[in-house]
C-alpha cells in the first residue's frame, strides 16, 4: 500500500511530465475508479476532454490535478493504485483503468489491480477539494503546525501509535512509517498521548520527519510488488527498515529480537528493550524484585 513519500513521488512525476498539455481523450475501460463521479464514465471524460492539469498537488495520501476550469481531478492510489506516463502506443497494462491522452503524444495511464482507489472530479477544487477539508497536513507540509500537533497529542488518551495514524490529526503517516519512528524516537506506540512529555511528542515528530525524508530521496518503500512510482521504477526504502516486517531480526541499536504484536487488522513492529511498553511495567517490577538481569520480553 503506497504510503505518503510514495504518492509523493508520484506527484512529483506527474508535474514533471503532464501539466500544460491538453487532454485531447479520456477512455474509461472500467467503471469502478471513477465510480465516485455520480453522473458515470462517460460524463467523466466528456468533462475532462480538453482541459489541461495546471498543478499536481498532495494532502496527505490523496493527490489533486488542479484543471485549467478551476476543477480539479482528485485522485488516490488505494491498495495497488498507479499513475504511468506512457508514450501513445505503448502496449496496455493488464489493469489499466483508465486512459488521458495528452497533447504532445504522452499517455496518462490509472492502473489498479485490486480498485480500492480512484479518480473523481472536484468541482471547484482547483485549491483545496471539499473532500480533503477534514484531512490534516502531513508532518513535510512547510504548514504543519508543530505546536498544536503537541497540543492534541497530549490531549489524546489514544495510544501514540494509534494518534500517528489519525489523518485528522497528522496524515500520510502510515503503518510502516509510525512503526519506524516509534523505534527511532523509542517510544512504544501504546504509551498514551496525554502521559507524553512535550519533548516525546517532539522527538516522535521529527523522527516521522526523518524517515519520510529518507524514504522520499530512495522513491518511497515497495512492500507491494505492484507498486511503482509514475515511470513503473519501484522504491527499495524496504531495505532500510529498521523494525517493520524485522520480527525476530536483531534490534540495530541493542540487539534484541524485534517483536510483532497485532494492531487495528494489521501489525506493530517494536523492540522491546529500547521501546518498552507501558503494560510490561509489572514484568519489569517482577525483575527488579527478583534480582534477576533478565530482559522482560513476555
Ligand atoms: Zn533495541
Not at 165 to 174: D, E, F, K, Y
Amino acid at each position: 500500500m503506497p504510503e505518503l513519500p510514495e504518492v509523493e513521488v508520484v506527484r512529483r512525476g506527474l508535474e514533471g511530465h503532464v501539466l500544460d498539455r491538453r487532454i485531447e481523450a479520456v477512455e474509461v475501460l472500467h467503471p469502478r475508479p471513477v465510480r465516485r463521479h455520480l453522473p458515470g464514465p462517460a460524463d467523466f471524460a466528456a468533462v475532462l476532454t480538453g482541459r489541461t492539469f495546471t498543478a499536481a498537488r498532495r494532502r496527505g495520501k490523496y493527490l489533486w490535478l488542479p484543471l485549467d476550469s478551476g476543477d480539479a481531478m482528485l485522485g488516490h492510489l488505494g491498495m495497488s493504485g498507479q499513475m504511468l506516463v506512457q508514450s501513445r502506443g505503448a502496449a496496455d497494462e493488464r489493469h489499466l483503468r483508465v486512459r488521458f491522452a495528452l497533447a504532445g503524444g504522452t499517455e496518462l495511464r490509472f492502473v489498479d489491480q485490486r480498485m480500492f482507489g480512484g479518480l473523481s472530479l472536484a468541482p471547484g477544487g482547483a485549491e483545496l477539494p471539499a473532500e480533503l477539508l477534514h484531512i490534516a497536513r502531513d508532518p513535510l507540509d512547510p504548514e504543519f503546525d508543530d505546536a498544536e500537533f503537541v497540543r492534541r497529542v497530549r490531549r489524546s488518551a489514544s495510544g501514540i501509535k494509534r494518534i500517528l495514524l489519525n489523518q485528522s490529526v497528522i496524515s500520510g503517516v502510515g503503518n510502516i512509517y509510525a512503526d519506524e519512528a516509534l523505534w527511532l524516537a523509542r517510544l512504544h506506540g501504546d504509551r498514551r498521548g496525554d502521559r507524553l512529555r512535550v519533548a516525546d511528542v517532539e522527538l516522535v515528530l521529527a523522527a516521522a520527519r526523518q524517515v519520510m525524508t529518507a524514504a522520499l530521496g530512495q522513491g518511497g518503500t515497495s512492500f507491494d510488488a505492484l507498486y511503482v512510482n509514475v515511470n513503473g521504477e519501484s522504491g527499495y526504502f524496504d531495505r532500510s527498515l529498521e523494525v517493520y516486517g524485522q520480527e525476530g531480526e536483531p534490534c540495530s541499536r541493542c540487539g534484541t529480537a524485534v517483536r510483532r504484536t497485532s494492531f487495528m487488522n494489521r501489525s506493530s513492529f517494536f523492540c522491546p528493550t529500547c521501546q518498552p511498553p507501558p503494560w510490561g511495567s509489572t514484568q519489569r517490577a517482577t525483575v527488579r524484585r527478583t534480582g534477576t538481569n533478565v530482559p522482560a520480553t513476555r
